[in-house]
């Protein structure tokens, strides 16, 4: 069967949240996991993805996402919506939770096919950022680095920023080589961050 972009207008359904390994759901799906520092915009740019408004909780404060929230995009792909790592004003032992149970997530689940590695574009990669990625180049994740909030610098800086990018992209030779600069806002970008995301998509 072929598919298009229209695929992530499919209906999107909740399964799950998780706050323990334990209560991880059942691998089905092909999955597509947002990560990337709190605040980045990983819960917006979910709900841009597949153009809904609410599906998944976004909020100002750092520390919205406290589980890992699993959604179902029609019959062909789950996407998860993750904590943040970094900062995020949570006591010290949630967050060292909340990194463990993503670790065990990225290290350990099957049906994971891509991570998308989120960037604020106002700040670029930052160093928890590298070490993050620095832990990813040494599992066998296939990850992707998304700039996000695009809207809210100048062409100028956007420039900087994705040279920059491109420059940190070349030392963490497990990543992806095409970076995707995206808006939650204006919607800059989705379509190529869904054309990337496309061939995971299962097929009947
Ligand atoms: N201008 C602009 N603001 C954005 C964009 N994406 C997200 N935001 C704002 O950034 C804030 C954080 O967005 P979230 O999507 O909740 O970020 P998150 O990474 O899920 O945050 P945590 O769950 O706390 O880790 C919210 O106030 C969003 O409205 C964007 O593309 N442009
Ligand atoms: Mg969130």
Request: charged fraction near 15%; hydrophobic fraction near 40%; aromatic fraction near 8%.
């Given at each position: 069967?072929?598919?298009?972009?229209?695929?992530?207008?499919?209906?999107c359904q909740f399964i799950a949240g998780a706050a323990t390994l334990e209560s991880l759901p059942p691998v089905t799906l092909p999955e597509i996991a947002f990560i990337g520092r709190s605040n980045v915009g990983k819960s917006s740019l979910v709900n841009a993805l597949v153009g809904?408004?609410?599906?998944?909780?976004?909020?100002?404060?750092?520390?919205?996402?406290?589980?890992?929230?699993?959604?179902?995009?029609?019959?062909?792909?789950?996407?998860?919506?993750?904590?943040?790592?970094?900062f995020a004003r949570v006591s010290k032992q949630q967050k060292g939770e909340w990194?463990?149970?993503?670790?065990?997530?990225?290290?350990?689940?099957?049906?994971?096919?891509?991570?998308?590695?989120?960037?604020d574009a106002r700040r670029g990669v930052m160093k928890p950022d590298d070490e993050f990625m620095d832990m990813l180049d040494e599992t066998a994740v296939s990850?992707?680095?998304?700039?996000?909030?695009?809207?809210?610098?100048?062409e100028k800086d956007l420039n900087t920023v994705l040279q920059s990018t491109e420059k940190a992209l070349k030392s963490h030779v497990a990543a992806h080589p095409v970076l995707?600069?995206?808006s939650a806002e204006t919607k800059s970008g989705i379509d190529m961050?869904?054309?990337?995301l496309l061939p995971f998509v299962h097929t009947k």
């Open positions: 069967m072929n598919i298009g972009l229209n695929f992530f207008r499919s209906p809904q408004k609410a599906l998944a909780r976004t909020s100002q404060n750092p520390g919205a996402t406290k589980q890992l929230n699993f959604f179902t995009v029609g019959e062909g792909l789950v996407i998860v919506d993750m904590p943040g790592y970094g990194d463990h149970l993503i670790r065990q997530y990225l290290l350990g689940r099957t049906s994971l096919k891509r991570a998308c590695v989120l960037i990850y992707q680095i998304v700039l996000t909030k695009t809207d809210t610098v100048s995707i600069a995206t961050l869904q054309e990337q």
